[in-house]
């Protein structure tokens, strides 16, 4: 069956350094999306890819990166990892812009302490 | 950014009865879609509503698209246990994300 899938699911760093989340999804869909999922702010979104090569920047992306080389990835990069930066992290990917099949289905998702 | 305006933040019920849960925003969507999220799990689709007027069924969930296109409710009949989680209304018309509400806690007592 075609997934999405998150790695690690568990990650702890310390302030300063540079981390990065992975995502890979097996259904070949073009758009990918990171979001944050914070206590009373609910799910944010961070940064999102219509495709190869395309990536653009949403709600809440000071201090996060993405690239997408290939259909199937869109890797997170913390480039200096803060305390406000502590959340759980889901990717998401959908197949279609518009209208019909802008669901997206979720990765499990990643939780990370910065400390 | 746009906003969706969910309530109610949390419901306490008993097995058995029936939930109703909404979703409201100043601006006009063109898709309505309603997750459900359990602990330490991804948000999963329950529904999805696409025209305005809509009414969509899932099992014991019932979703309905506003007429006004700003607003839409989840109803629940005779909860279950294992409906326990907590379920989050969003809306988008494109591939620009998704605008998530701020969700609905649902914890059933036996």
């Known amino acids: 069956d075609a997934e999405i899938t998150q790695s690690p699911r568990h990650k702890i760093t310390e302030t300063g350094r540079q981390v990065t989340l992975a995502c890979h999804q097996t259904w070949n869909h073009n758009n990918m999306f990171w979001y944050r999922q914070d206590l009373g702010h609910g799910l944010r979104l961070i940064h999102y890819?219509?495709?190869?090569?395309?990536?653009n920047k949403g709600e809440v992306s000071d201090g996060y990166s993405v690239s997408r080389s290939n259909t199937e990835d869109l890797p997170l990069t913390l480039e200096s990892a803060a305390s406000s930066q502590t959340s759980v992290y889901f990717c998401a990917s959908s197949k279609f812009r518009q209208a019909r099949n802008t669901e997206a289905f979720f990765g499990q998702g990643t939780r990370l302490t910065v400390v | 950014g746009q906003q969706l305006n969910q309530s109610p933040q949390s419901m306490f019920i008993q097995e058995g009865e029936d939930v109703s849960m909404n979703c409201t925003s100043s601006?006009?969507?063109?898709?309505w879609l309603w997750y459900k999220q359990e602990p330490g799990e991804g948000p999963v689709l329950l529904i999805a509503l696409y025209k305005a007027g809509e009414l969509t069924s899932n099992g014991r969930l019932t979703a309905q698209f506003g007429i006004t296109r700003k607003d839409s409710f989840l109803n629940i009949s005779a909860s279950i246990p294992s409906d326990v989680g907590i379920y989050f209304c969003a809306s988008g018309g494109g591939a620009d994300g998704l605008t998530f509400g701020k969700g609905t806690h649902l914890i059933i007592q036996p």
């Open positions: 890819s219509y495709g190869v090569q395309d990536t």
């Open positions: 601006s006009i969507f063109n898709t």
